[in-house]
């Protein structure tokens, strides 16, 4: 019997089973008294509220909504709410946080320096703090809608948020224009292997006139029309167009600007990580300092950047839960709503954490795709 209990293996699997039958006794116990405070309460457990009336407002969102439908809607209404920003704001930090990472290389000590102190000034403040400044600004510093400021014709700015005019299609526009994006999309994904059936695809400069010029000619067959909804003063508000409410104006700000500055970095440190030898040889072909750094050394700083901008990325993801710090309807901010009402406070969280866990595990897979498509291959 000792010399059965001295074999390292049979140790080992005693601890494991152990150890799980420990985990799995806290967790039956945790929720044996849980449902047992629940009863005691008078909360009914289940998933049943979700087919249950709201009963409460959701000031935006791309899906139709009234209070009158059932919670399962709104969770519809604010899902699509979180992606939409999510996807906005990680392709607008994508932009600005590589022009900063350029910047931070930059010969012009000027321009260098403006980037570094955007990028200290915006990594070492708190991401909430950043949020409630910018809707502070939008909602205080700016006028009424009476004294709205008009940078550009139809384009109006108050504190009620920023209006536009809004392209409306008519006649046969809606189904041309999607012929036209599935057209454009094949074209493109051609394009991108390079070569589609072995016959060489022409350079993206064709591909956008070519575009272009299908898009104006499918119009005119078809008879469609494009106008345009202009916004106008009405009483204290505007009417017509499109608006960006202050709500959603403060929280891209706020996520852009903050992920940015570590998009920034993420750049700087990936060319600065290429080897300098790469530079000299591309010099010694006679290559000017824009074409190095866009066809030879960038390339190469991809293959570093990816990991660290998806994490990037999934904090973005993740930090859209502090929309509900300036009052934009959110996921996170129509489930605490929907807890404070119905009182499945367990019900919610679980389906909060598994609604960001799918979000999150999409992009880590979206990302690591690409990156096994990128990843240098060695033997």
């Known amino acids: 019997m000792l010399r059965f209990w001295f074999d390292r293996r049979v140790r080992s699997a005693v601890w494991q089973v152990a150890i799980l039958a420990a985990f799995l006794a806290a967790i039956a116990w945790l929720t044996a008294n849980t449902l047992d405070n629940l009863a005691r309460r008078g909360i009914q457990t289940g998933f ?13 969102g791309f899906l139709a909504y009234e209070p009158t439908q059932t919670y399962l809607r709104a969770f519809a209404v604010g899902l699509l709410n979180t992606i939409y920003v999510s996807v906005l704001a990680i392709g607008a930090a994508m932009v600005i946080g590589f022009v900063i990472g350029l910047a931070r290389r930059s010969l012009n000590p000027l321009v260098r320096g403006v980037a570094a102190s955007f990028v200290e000034a915006m990594r070492n403040t708190p991401l909430v703090v950043q949020l409630l400044f910018w809707y502070a600004v939008l909602t205080i510093g700016l ?3 009476r004294a709205a400021l008009e940078p550009a014709p139809g384009l109006f700015l108050s504190l009620r948020g920023l209006f536009f005019p809004w392209p409306v299609l008519n006649g046969w526009a809606i189904p ?3 012929a036209l994006a599935a057209a454009a999309l094949s074209v493109g994904a051609a394009w991108f292997g390079r070569t589609a059936g072995g016959i060489p695809i022409p350079p993206p400069r064709v591909i956008a006139v070519g575009g272009l010029g299908l898009a104006a000619a499918s119009t005119w067959a078809v008879g469609a029309s494009v106008s345009f909804d202009r ?8 009417t017509g167009g499109a608006t960006l409410t202050p709500e959603f104006m403060a929280l891209m700000l706020g996520l852009v600007l903050y992920t940015s500055a570590f998009i920034g970095e993420i750049v700087r440190s990936g060319i600065d990580a290429v080897p300098k030898g790469q530079w000299e040889a591309a010099r010694s072909l006679g290559l000017r300092e824009p074409r190095i750094l866009w066809l030879v050394i960038l390339p190469q700083a991809v293959r570093l950047m990816v990991p660290p901008m998806t994490s990037q990325f999934l904090n973005v993801v993740k930090n859209t ?12 901010s129509v489930m605490a709503t929907t807890i404070n009402q119905t009182g499945q406070a367990i019900e919610g969280v679980l389906i909060l954490m598994a609604v960001y866990l799918v979000i999150s595990l999409s992009v880590s897979a979206l990302m690591n795709g690409y990156n096994k498509r990128i990843m240098l291959v060695t033997r």
């Open 48 to 60: 049943g509220f979700l087919t249950r009336s709201a009963r409460f407002p959701i000031s935006e």
């Open 143 to 145: 006028p009424s809608p």
């Open 231 to 238: 916004p106008a003063l009405q009483g204290f508000n505007f």
């Open 321 to 332: 839960t502090l929309a509900l710090a300036v009052g934009y309807p959110d996921f996170a």
């Open 176 to 178: 041309a224009c999607i």
